[in-house]
């Protein structure tokens, strides 16, 4: 089982369009949990860092579900430069520090 | 540039040779990763270190694999008979603890 389990997608969208991604992790001691954007043949780049409290970060809001083991991520008012993948993330400390990836999630705005 | 770099960007190899690849992280970072990613997958760990200590190895790194982080400072990823399999983007990543990692531009292998 993986740790981190995406939809890849793809989702296409109009622009102005709001669009929601799930995220599943396996292990419950996951204590670190974030949002990052990949383009294309680029490396992945911080978008946001998920609390538990949830955290929002201009039109990006990102919850976080410990009791069901969900990350989202909403993206409001979508942009064409929104056009990118998605990867979630968790952060593991008790085996260890190693950082888990999901596949990512495909998303397209369109004019 | 104050970023994570790697060298070289691209490199192109025959089956069975060796290649080694450099990652410099951001100076005040005493953690740097080591990632693989192939086309559609998200990053797969490799090997962590906190400063020179390898901390960490995935059952991914066979023995063809090695790094090494000696100073503590940049770190090399060695791939020993090179097969086909090991093309992929290798990516590199520092951090300080507790903290989001930040990613070098990647290293893509290509073995023919």
């Known amino acids: 089982r993986k740790e981190v389990e995406q939809d890849p997608g793809p989702f296409n969208v109009p622009e102005g369009a709001t669009v929601a991604f799930n995220c599943t992790y396996s292990n419950s001691a996951s204590q670190s949990f974030f949002w990052y954007r990949q383009d294309c043949r680029k490396e992945p780049k911080l978008l946001m860092s998920?609390?538990?409290s949830g955290n929002e970060d201009g039109r990006f809001t990102a919850q976080l579900n410990r009791a069901s083991q969900y990350i989202s991520l909403l993206i409001r008012d979508s942009k064409l430069s929104d056009s990118a993948t998605y990867l979630c993330?968790?952060?593991?400390?008790?085996?260890?520090?190693?950082?888990?990836f999901g596949t990512g999630t495909s998303l397209t705005v369109i004019p | 540039d104050t970023g994570v770099s790697q060298d070289p960007r691209h490199k192109i190899t025959k089956r069975g040779q060796n290649v080694t690849f450099r990652c410099d992280p951001i100076?005040?970072?005493?953690?740097l990763y080591w990632y693989r990613q192939t086309l559609g997958q998200g990053p797969e760990f490799l090997t962590y270190f906190q400063n020179e200590a390898q901390l960490e190895k995935s059952r991914l790194l066979s023995d063809r694999f090695s790094a090494e982080r000696p100073k503590g400072s940049f770190s090399t990823l060695e791939i020993q008979r090179t097969e086909q399999g090991d093309s992929a983007m290798y990516l590199c990543a520092s951090s300080t603890p507790g903290v989001e990692q930040y990613f070098g531009p990647g290293t893509r292998l290509t073995v023919t």
């Open positions: 100076s005040e970072h005493n953690r």
């Open positions: 993330v968790v952060n593991i400390f008790i085996t260890g520090n190693q950082f888990y």
């Open positions: 998920v609390y538990s």
